[in-house]
């Protein structure tokens, strides 16, 4: 199972996959923007032949790691037959006889489906809203600050929740919000009532997203952060003698110089942004609250691990999967044309 | 070769001075800026704080909504209680364990692989790198795995708790665009002299690829050491359980800590969950906390050097 968190560092990695990058001599670049393409110098093709002889080692090297792909990571993907086949518990992981878009038909027709499907939505856009933008003003407040111990200690501080567990994390919310947390005593403070906040649906994405923003926005600031140190500092004297105010430097100048990373990250989380935190989710959700607080993976979970309707489950997972997919597919293409940035 | 530390460089802006039009409102803002900084900071440590002051707390206090920031009714007997706890100290060796052999393979297969499709000469290079980065944005999901794994007979075993994330494709990558960059002369060098890639590999790739390596290990140990789900999902039995999934269970309620133990904090379920989920927490976050002053700057260069160099 991989952890979610890791998704958002792997995605930014997938710049330039062919590893084309820039060399380490150069001055460091826009981390996310792609840097100009150097021409790329076509080998000559070996004959297998040849290249088994030379590079045999190599590609021993190679077999183990491409074996744990093809049964951990291959095998499920083509595992999601059983979406279309009847599975018997014990009997083949690919199911016993095809039953065509049964399960397909099933969810569509499923009210809660589309229930969780409407939570997924609303609890993503709301985390792209909040945890997207977030990350960006801290790093501004960073940029301007110029006293180094006190910079480096705010980044060190603000990084360290990024490396917690989810189950701590969540630990953390049910104290902070239980009816003797801090959270209460402040309300009780303004001669509020102690409210049991997460048995409360309508607090459910507050919580969600407040958590997320509280675990995500330092880490988030690292890109932002090299972006900005390499905005021409001869900009800023140019801007100066124009008679360009701090704030004004910064509309001006700092801004559209992390545009890129701008776009591109947002371009990313979008196309992410159905994949909201399963674990979390399920951490902190209760029969209570799962009006606002089931998402589509809490669902399939339920349905295919808790009631043992496999084929029903893989089919709703194979779906979520497939749309989160297109979308990357798509926000990458539309990153390409309109920013001129992809990630490969 | 490339220098890990990319930490972004602070404080680029010094060099340009300060015009003397803006100076009084640059002050004003350079202390706005300061507080809105530090008000962030306190945020962001506050959960710590709380959780630190709670596990030294009386739990009539917390159960009175007393504790916040310091601890009220100060004492350490949640600590003795949870220490002697042996549920917890097998879960803990679990995690140890799991973390250790978890790493140890991701980091044979990483390196390996990593090494292989840093050749650019390799035939079929290109289809492999495909072959592991399509795996980044497509997964097979939960239930398949699930079918998987309990099919290969690892239920209730460590191997399904650190076989299916033995391999990162980020970290790969990372480690696949560091290899690049060692100096392609040192490599003929040694092929001159005879060596076969296996020797090249050990002998003097790994060698020049410490800090990488470093980096690898500690992204790896810190996603063995956090992960519960993947052993609440294929693991039954509690001696197998790791720290994060045992303290799952004692925040859900799902188990509460041995009646002796509850009966040692002289008090009964909800209460002492609240010091002893805070002690056990505390003590499950200890090793990251105690490592990452001196990592922290390697975590960072991990990330810049794969988003710059992919």
Redesign the interface.
Known sequence: ???PR??T???????????I????GEP??D??RRPPRPTRQK?A??P?RL?LRR?G??????L???L??L??????????V?AFRR?RPGGS?FGEEWVGLRYVRMFIEDPTFWHVFTNTVILGGLTLLVCFPLPII?AL??????T?W?????Q??????H??????V???V???T?????V??IV?GFGGEAIPFLQRPEWFRAIYVGSEA?QT??WGT??Y??A??T?D?SL??AA?ID?A??WRQTWHVTLPGIRPTMITLLILNIGLFLNVGF?KV??LYTPLTYSTADVI?TY??RV??VSNN?SY??AI??F??VI??VM??SANFISKRVVGASL? | ???TD?T?????????PV?P??SR??RL??GL??T??VL??L??????V??LA?SFSSSGA????L??AVPVGFNLETYRVVAGDDRFWTSYGNTVLYTVVGTVIAM???T??A??????????R?A??G???F??????????????IS?LGMKNTMWALV????????NL??M??FF??IPRELEEAAQIDGL???AI?TRIVLPLSKAVIATMILFYS??Y??????AF?YLDEDNLFPL??F??NL??GATTTTAASAAAAGTTSAAIS?NI??VT?IL??LP?LCV??FV?RH??SG??L?????
């Not at chain 1, 060190?156 to 929740?161: A, D, T």
């Not at chain 2, 794969?306 to 992919?310: A, D, I, N, T």
């Open positions: 199972m991989t952890i890791e998704r560092d792997a995605v930014l990695v997938a710049d330039d996959p062919r590893g990058g820039a060399t380490p460091p670049v981390p996310v080998v093709k070996v297998w290249a590079d080692a190599l590609y021993l090297m190679a183990l790691p491409l744990f792909l049964v951990f990571r291959y095998l499920p993907m083509v595992g999601n059983i599975f992981i801290l407040l960073l940029n301007e600050v110029r180094k006190f910079k480096g200690a705010v060190s501080i603000s990084y360290l929740p490396f917690l567990s989810i189950v701590i969540a630990g953390m049910m104290q902070l239980s009816l003797q947390g801090t209460n005593q009780e509280w926005v330092g690292i890109l952060l090299a900005l140190t905005v500092s800023y004297e100066r008679g105010n701090r674990e399920l951490l993976s399939l979970y295919g691990l496999l489950a893989a997972g194979l979520q999967a989160g997919l990357v597919l490969w | 070769m490339v220098s990319l972004p460089r602070v404080d680029e802006r010094a060099g340009v015009g039009r803006d409102g640059y803002f350079t800026n300061a809105a900084l962030v900071t945020l962001i440590l506050y959960p710590f709380t959780l709670q917390i159960k009175a909504g504790v916040n044979v297969l990483t390996t692989f090494y292989a499709i840093s050749k650019p000469h390799l035939r079929g290109n492999l790198i072959i592991a980065v795996t980044m944005f497509f997964n097979g999901g939960i239930i398949p795995n699930y079918v998987l099919s076989l299916p994330g033995a391999l990162s494709v980020f990558l990372v696949k665009s690049e960059n076969g890639w296996f590999f810190v996603a050491w956090n992960d519960w789900f993947t999902l994060s999934l303290l799952r925040i859900a609240a989920q805070a927490m499950a976050i990251i990452y002053p922290q975590f960072v990330v810049m794969g988003s710059v160099k992919g």
